[in-house]
């Protein structure tokens, strides 16, 4: 058996024996070591999922989604390290990555990693450019990344029914390739229609949606009736309109017709700033309105900026959602997925103003004075439901170690950890950035390897991985996998402002000479792709 020990196991249990993570599929089990702490009780999906054949899309979509709080995808960040992590402290659904549709399919190889206990989807080194194939075989730091670039790394025993494939798709047929080839292995598929980076919407992907509904609806509507199962289809959008919930109530309506089986709504729109407040008000809006139409039988889910359990508290009572998603709040602290035993403790009562209305109704303060309120109760920032900010970093390095994970991608993500760049700067004064160790972003951006982050971080977890014996669970052909690879620079965190302006001037340097580039094949062609009728004559 393959153990990976991360410096040196210890716990109040004492307990180093390894957790065999394969050997009991039935049993689901943290990978956080010691002490051993198991995933929330899963008798519930076992019996649910005893018959699936007899289960329609829709109610396993209620199952998954009502009363849901879901780490959302996250470019970078979403990948398996983070997905277990956020399961292990309470999370009941988990999205991948974005993941663009043409990446998942050929020449993506789907391979049975027997050392890891995983499912991985690997990028083979041979289909790389000659440069990029000598940086993989030189990249010592990470001896992995020899035969190529896993984008996808599922646990098939940690993550089984709680795994959503959020896929980049500007096109039904590509949309329906990717899903095809991943459906299998996941327990949901979701229609990225929220991202505004310039890289998805130039490709008509992400909230390029937003703007065009046939698209859109139709890219349901093929996966719905094409996938040949019953897994649900869903879809996370933006806001369409700062104030108005109109436009936004209609495209929801318009995609559950389709055949969309749950949506996600980020409250804001195309354009905001993570840095600026959620719309909160639009948002509370717009739920209350969907839920007064029959035909929205669908879960809805809110996301952005709930940062707090009282946030969460908050808004779902005031929305009636069906479920949350945590994507910054979870990067900050992802402990905040605990929900404890909230029917026991009231919040701190900043959502109500005090006084009552005409009705006699308690009154409730404006949502926009709530989202800048230092929630200090029960539920607050510093909630005790919160696990130290130490020690959740720690926690996820020993899962990164576990799965073998490309250590800039490890460093990317404990970063992003780290700062409160993105946060909303009326949030920003709330949230504790230090570290017990001193810890700061110039530190891990020295560390070169996942070995560098553990003696800066001090990490004192053992990891174990599952036996080839117990791995033979797992079906196929058991071709040795390799390690993730992300495209990172230091920069990024260390003068951001200017990396961000250079990578933009590339980025638009490559779009303008990809249009010149089409132009002019579009004009040596024009003549053949012409009808017959109008071609001249030879």
Not at 119 to 129: E, G, N, W
Request: hydrophobic share 35%; aromatic share 6%.
């Amino acid at each position: 058996m393959t153990t990976t020990s991360v410096s040196t196991a210890a716990g109040d249990d004492n307990d180093d024996s390894p957790i065999n993570l394969l050997k009991d599929s039935q049993t689901l089990h943290s990978l956080q070591n010691p002490p051993q702490r198991l995933l929330p009780n899963n008798h519930e999906d076992d019996d649910f999922f005893s018959n699936p054949s007899d289960l329609t899309p829709q109610e396993i979509a209620n199952h998954l989604f009502l009363n849901s709080e879901i780490l959302a995808p996250m470019v970078r960040a979403s990948t398996t390290p983070l997905r277990t992590l956020a399961l292990s402290h309470g999370a009941s659904l988990v999205y991948t990555e974005e993941l663009v549709d043409r990446s998942i399919t050929s020449p993506t190889e789907r391979i049975i990693n027997d050392e890891l206990g995983t499912i991985d989807y690997r990028v083979p080194k041979h289909t790389y450019s000659a440069k990029v194939q000598r940086r993989l075989e030189n990249d010592r730091d990470n001896p992995d990344a020899a035969n190529g670039a896993v984008i996808l790394r599922i646990d098939p025993t940690v993550e089984r029914h709680k795994l959503i494939y959020q896929m980049g798709t500007g096109e039904p047929n590509l949309a329906l390739d990717a899903a095809l080839t991943v459906v299998r292995d996941v327990d949901g598929l979701d229609v990225n229609m929220g991202c505004p980076k310039k890289f998805s919407v130039s490709g008509g992907m992400g909230s390029a949606l937003l703007g065009d509904m046939n698209r859109a609806c139709d890219i349901i509507k093929t996966l719905r009736r094409n996938i040949g199962c019953n897994k649900p289809v869903s879809a996370k959008i933006r806001l369409l309109d700062e104030e108005n919930p109109k436009p936004t109530v209609d495209f929801v309506r318009n995609l559950v017709k389709a055949g969309a089986n749950a949506i996600a709504i980020h409250g804001r729109i195309r354009g905001d700033e993570s840095h600026i407040m959620a719309r909160w008000e639009t948002l509370i809006n717009v739920v209350k309105e969907l839920k007064m139409y029959d035909d929205v039988n669908v879960p809805i889910i809110i996301n952005g900026d709930l940062y707090t359990r009282e946030d969460i508290r908050e808004m779902k009572r005031r929305t009636g959602c069906d479920g949350i998603m945590l994507a910054r709040p979870a990067l900050y602290n992802i402990s905040l997925f605990n929900r404890g035993r909230e029917e026991e403790k009231e919040g701190d009562g900043v959502g109500k103003a005090g006084g009552s209305n005409n009705d006699g109704e308690e009154e409730e303060v404006p949502i926009s004075q709530f989202q800048q309120t230092n929630h200090s109760g029960h539920y607050g920032y510093k909630s005790p439901l919160l696990h130290s900010r130490t020690s959740i970093v720690q926690e996820y390095i020993a899962h990164c170690v576990r799965y073998r994970t490309h250590s800039k991608n490890a460093k990317y993500v404990v970063c992003e950890m780290m700062n409160a760049r993105r946060a909303p700067s009326t949030r920003v004064p709330f949230l504790n950035m230090e570290y017990e160790g001193g810890q700061n972003i110039a530190s891990v951006c020295k560390c070169r390897n996942l070995n560098d982050l553990i003696k800066v971080w001090d990490c004192k977890w053992t990891i174990p991985m599952p036996s080839a014996k117990s791995s033979a669970a797992l079906s196929g052909d058991g071709v040795e996998a390799q390690g993730d690879l992300h495209n990172y620079d230091d920069r990024y965190f260390l003068d951001h402002d200017k990396f961000r302006k250079e990578r933009s001037d590339a980025l638009n340097d490559q779009l303008s000479l990809s249009k010149k580039m089409s132009a002019s094949i579009g004009e040596e062609k024009k003549d053949d792709d012409a009808p017959t009728s109008k071609r001249p004559k030879i």
